[in-house]
């Protein structure tokens, strides 16, 4: 069924793809741009997100990248700290990394300030 | 005419962003802060509490402690080390502009810092870290109208009885007269 899931995620990403120029560099600088891997895209969202600090709140977006994990160049599990991500030469931290079992990981994103 | 409170909330807000480069003073608490209002100043007062034993002067000026919190937020760091650090040298930075004039440009007698709390967000583009300082700035308001079923008062006879020992013809008497000025 994994298998499955994966070939299907494959398609769908093969089939999409928002122009973003994102690429992934590991913590010891390998890097690979995804936006260029020919079977997958990755999907770069940043919708709005509120943050509840203090009274008033903060109007946000909360960045994420949905990718396979196959074209990473490092685990993002483990390599959180260090790995970075750049869309169109915004360069990001990885504040979370969610896998979902069947190749794919969603990255919740921090700008770097 | 404005409520003191108001005008002390207004008078911090210029004494911070005078006294504070960059900082942003936010005008509501209601309203979610944007992007381009960081390092962001909220004001606000929760709280305003009578000391009882003024509440028995005539006219009646009563003293008022008022709690003023002062909400710092700023998006500058990429790790909590680097949040807290910012937001300790805002934090201090405010305790400066306080302490430069703690009357917050003479609305108030007196303001003491209380205490601070600092948090450290995750959700959302960046960090985001959050400080609340507490103080407390004293004020006398005086009641309107408090006194508006007394006559007015026009003269003091006085008598004085040193050591509460002398004849009534020895007694110094006084008469004090014109008290009934107009109020400026």
Redesign the interface.
């Known amino acids: 069924m994994a298998e499955h899931i994966e070939r299907m995620d494959r398609q769908v990403l093969s089939h999409l793809n928002s122009g973003e120029v994102i690429s992934y560099r590991s913590s010891v600088l390998v890097s690979v741009v995804l936006s260029e891997v020919a079977e997958t895209h990755p999907i770069f969202d940043?919708t709005h997100?509120?943050?509840?600090?203090?009274?008033?709140?903060?109007?946000?977006?909360?960045?994420a990248l949905f990718c396979k994990l196959a074209d990473l160049t490092s685990d993002p599990e483990e390599d959180y700290e260090q790995a970075r991500v750049f869309v169109n030469g915004t360069e990001y931290?990885i504040?979370d990394s969610e896998p979902d079992g069947k190749g794919g990981v969603t990255l919740r994103l921090?700008?770097?300030? | 005419m404005s409520v003191q409170k108001k005008i002390i909330r207004e008078a911090l807000r210029v004494q911070l962003t005078a006294n504070i480069p960059g900082l942003v003073a936010?005008k509501?608490?209601?309203?979610?802060?944007?992007?381009g209002d960081f390092p962001a100043v909220?004001v606000?007062t929760p709280k305003d509490t009578v000391d009882q034993e003024t509440q028995n002067s005539a006219p009646r000026e009563l003293l008022r402690n008022l709690t003023i919190r002062v909400?710092i937020?700023t998006?500058?760091?990429?790790d909590g080390g680097e949040i807290e650090d910012a937001l300790d040298d805002l934090c201090q930075s405010v305790e400066n502009a306080l302490g430069k004039d703690d009357s917050i440009g003479g609305s108030a007698s007196d303001a003491m810092y209380e205490d601070t709390e600092t948090d450290v967000?995750?959700?959302?583009?960046?960090?985001?870290g959050?400080s609340?300082m507490t103080f407390t700035a004293q004020y006398y308001s005086v009641l309107q109208g408090d006194d508006s079923d007394l006559d007015d008062l026009k003269e003091i006879h006085t008598t004085w009885n040193l050591g509460a020992a002398q004849a009534p013809a020895e007694q110094a008497k006084d008469i004090l007269t014109g008290l009934n000025t107009p109020e400026e």
């Open positions: 940043a997100e509120f943050v509840g600090a203090g009274e008033s709140g903060y109007s946000s977006i909360g960045p931290q504040r921090h700008k770097i300030v | 936010q509501s608490r209601h309203r979610a802060l944007k992007k909220i606000y909400e937020l998006n500058q760091g990429n967000l995750d959700d959302g583009e960046t960090l985001i959050l609340i």
